[in-house]
């Protein structure tokens, strides 16, 4: 698989595999909902200032609503649902072995809630960094042997969140993989969405780990007040 279309797979695996969480999410309400149309959620993105980005080296790749359709049969009928996650991605270019390549990656998922009766029912905000970061390595299959290396805690919009580190090996080239070190936040709510933010990239590298954090710190949320 050439490179670019490798590191557009791991960007979308990073954050788009998430939102399917959304959609998840409304097996669990729809009992509660009634009506024939179908019903359709939307979430507000979540992005990183030009700022930070001119501060960390990350260069935004793309900003795109990621849409899951479901069907759902409710007391016999058939309800379809729609839900719309908003990606962020971004990435930028880094030195491997005296190779500059495209190869530090950051996503931010925005996913809707579904709060209802004061519950939510999307189950991506009860997920912890390990569950999320297997749900990424099980819809991409050119990384694997995911395994820990510690937590930390990170003030990703406002709150103070635990940060997931892992290591896995990641596939660069026929017979070729190397080691790649992931950052996944739990999730935070934001307004009536949840945010799921990632980083990825070369664990020989150093520094980066400061660049992800930063990230992180500086997201904002567009639907919150």
């Known amino acids: 698989?050439?490179?670019?279309?490798?590191?557009?797979?791991?960007?979308?695996?990073?954050?788009?595999?998430?939102?399917?969480?959304?959609?998840?999410?409304?097996?669990?309400?729809?009992?509660?909902?009634?009506?024939?149309?179908?019903?359709?959620?939307?979430?507000?993105?979540?992005?990183?200032?030009?700022?930070?980005?001119?501060?960390?080296?990350?260069?935004?790749?793309?900003?795109?609503?990621?849409?899951?359709?479901?069907?759902?049969?409710?007391?016999?009928?058939?309800?379809?649902?729609?839900?719309?996650?908003?990606?962020?991605?971004?990435?930028?270019?880094?030195t491997v072995l005296g190779e500059r390549i495209r190869g530090a990656v950051f996503a931010a998922l925005s996913t809707p809630a579904v709060e209802i009766a004061d519950r939510t029912f999307n189950p991506v905000g009860d997920l912890g960094t390990r569950e999320l970061a297997e749900r990424l390595l099980a819809r991409y299959d050119g990384i694997g042997d995911l395994r820990s290396a510690g937590e930390e805690t990170v003030t990703v919009l406002g709150t103070d969140t635990p940060v997931g580190l892992f290591t896995a090996d990641a596939t660069v080239a026929d017979g070729v993989s190397v080691q790649v070190t992931l950052h996944v936040a739990e999730a935070v709510r934001a307004g009536p969405d949840f945010v799921v933010a990632v980083g990825g990239y070369p664990s020989v590298l150093t520094g980066q780990e400061t660049d992800v954090r930063a990230m992180m710190r500086a997201l904002v949320h567009e639907g919150s007040a």
């Open 1 to 94: 698989m050439p490179r670019k279309a490798r590191r557009r797979e791991f960007l979308r695996a990073a954050g788009g595999t998430l939102a399917l969480g959304g959609a998840l999410a409304t097996s669990g309400c729809l009992g509660v909902i009634a009506g024939e149309e179908p019903l359709e959620l939307s979430a507000s993105a979540a992005t990183v200032p030009a700022a930070t980005l001119a501060e960390t080296g990350f260069a935004e790749y793309r900003v795109e609503p990621v849409e899951v359709r479901r069907e759902f049969d409710v007391a016999g009928e058939t309800r379809e649902v729609v839900v719309t996650n908003q990606l962020a991605q971004y990435d930028k270019s880094v």
